[in-house]
């Protein structure tokens, strides 16, 4: 079964402070999906990236930047000058197949980021 | 305009009672999902439809029955409703069922079962 761990439960950072959310994830798949989402504390899931496994690309946004690293199975994900807005719940996520009819995001627990300031 | 829209957006209700989840999408997806968050914040995902069929049925109770009269929409009915449901449910949608396009999430359904 595919699976994806985020190990670390819970961050606390001052602002300004460099952070970084790890993922592992599982998979016997050669092709899959990757992604982050953010649960900011007003409850919705927003998009932040998505990555394929053919593309080991690192990819930066403005302050974020994600580390996708196919030889450990991983796929970071770096706050840079953290502000207080970046409080928040991250999820880190994979794409998984059901049989041939669809595939489903299957999400790692989550990391409660705290900044305070 | 809101992409993925979910009403109502909290629901309070007794054991035993029968409740309806309604979402909406207007990005002309044809894959819409209903996924749990429970109260550990931990996200599973419960159905999937393409084209208004479904694909996906993770193992939820049949008390539970989604319905998508077009692709656009995707309700959620739940009978005899149980502590245990207390949750906020997510419907997302995305381009196609193939899993390499983003799921894009409403705003949440926050249920409380007393």
Sequence with gaps: AQKVTQAQTEISVVEKE???LDCVYETRDTT???FWYKQPPSGELVFL??????????????RYSWN???????????????QVVDSAVYFCA?????????????????TTLSVSS | DTAVSQT????????????????????????????KQDSKKFLKIMFSYNNKELIINETVPNRFSPKSPDKAHLNLHINSL???????????????PGGRNEQFFGPGTRLTVL
């Design chain 1, 94 to 110: 994979l794409s998984e197949e059901y049989g041939q009819a669809g595939t489903a995001l299957i999400f790692g627990k989550g």
């Design chain 1, 18 to 20: 460099d952070v970084t």
């Design chain 2, 8 to 35: 109502p957006k909290y629901l309070v209700t007794q054991m035993g009672n029968d409740k309806s989840i309604k979402c909406e999408q207007n990005l002309g997806h044809d894959t819409m999902y209903w996924y």
């Design chain 1, 32 to 34: 899959y999906y990757l």
């Design chain 2, 82 to 96: 149980e502590l245990g449901d207390s949750a906020v449910y997510f419907c997302a949608s995305s381009q196609d």
């Design chain 1, 49 to 62: 990236i998505r990555r394929n496994s053919f593309d080991e690309q690192n990819e930066i946004s403005g």
């Design chain 1, 68 to 82: 996708f690293q196919k030889s450990t199975s991983s796929f970071n994900f770096t706050i840079t000058a953290s």
